[in-house]
């Protein structure tokens, strides 16, 4: 069964410190990672999109890669505003037009 | 630039009343999405459509119902409201990928719906 799961949950990160988020997938024939911030009361908005391992995309202080079972999200000297929920979504082959989510991770970032 | 357009922002029905949450995108997405999300939970597709004039179920359809009339528009149906609706709602566009491989959704802001 396709599975996409994030880890950690939750973190909570002092202002300068940095730490990475996972997002582990079961699914085969990938086409495409796509990752998303939520902040509360919001709709996802879209960061980045991988298609194929080895890949890294950057975005000031947030950096993606991708492997073939996982990615990360890099997140350098991190600020109080980098603080929302980090979505990732795998789009594969047989998926037609629908992507399907993880979970997500909350992260804080303490001042 | 509006993107994806959700109305209402907020709702609270009773159980057994009916509701369309209205979606509307100006950026000529062929692809638009209705998901839902409960607390602490990831998104789940309830029904999408790669066109005007055609839908399809995802993971949760039982409830709802969707039309799609003109590209801009995609509104959802809640016919007898349940207790077990209660959630915020996203709606989504794309530009979509004929060729193989999605394009990045746009989501709005959602409704936050409680059913009472």
């Known amino acids: 069964e396709d599975q996409v799961t994030q880890s950690p949950e939750a973190l909570r990160l002092q202002e300068g410190e940095s730490s990475s988020l996972n997002c582990s997938y079961t699914?085969?024939?990938?086409?495409?990672l796509f990752w998303y911030r939520q902040d509360p009361g919001k709709g996802p908005e879209f960061l980045f999109t991988?298609?194929?391992a080895g890949e890294e995309k950057e975005k000031e202080r947030l950096k993606a890669t991708l492997t073939k079972k996982e990615s990360f999200l890099h997140i350098t000297a991190p600020k109080p505003e980098d603080s929302a929920t980090y979505l990732c979504?795998?789009?594969?082959?047989?998926?037609?037009?629908?992507?399907?989510f993880g979970e997500g991770t909350q992260l804080t970032v303490n001042p | 630039n509006a993107g994806v357009t959700q109305t209402p922002k907020f709702r609270i029905l009773k159980i057994g009343q009916s509701m369309t949450l209205q979606c509307a995108q100006d950026m000529n997405h062929n692809y638009m999405y209705w998901y839902r999300q409960d607390p602490g939970m990831g998104l789940k597709l309830i029904y999408y459509?790669?066109?005007?004039?055609?839908?399809d179920k995802g993971e949760v359809p039982n409830g709802y119902n969707v039309s799609r009339s003109t590209t801009e528009d995609f509104p959802l149906r809640l016919e007898l409201a349940a207790p077990s609706q209660t959630s915020v709602y996203f709606c989504?566009?794309?530009?979509?990928?004929?060729?193989?491989?999605?394009?990045?959704?746009?989501f709005g802001d959602g409704t936050r719906l409680s059913i009472l």
């Open positions: 989504a566009s794309s530009k979509g990928d004929r060729g193989g491989g999605n394009q990045p959704q746009h």
């Open positions: 699914v085969s024939g990938l086409r495409g």
């Open positions: 979504a795998v789009d594969k082959e047989t998926s037609g037009s629908r992507l399907t």
């Open positions: 459509s790669v066109g005007a004039g055609i839908t």
């Open positions: 991988l298609y194929s």
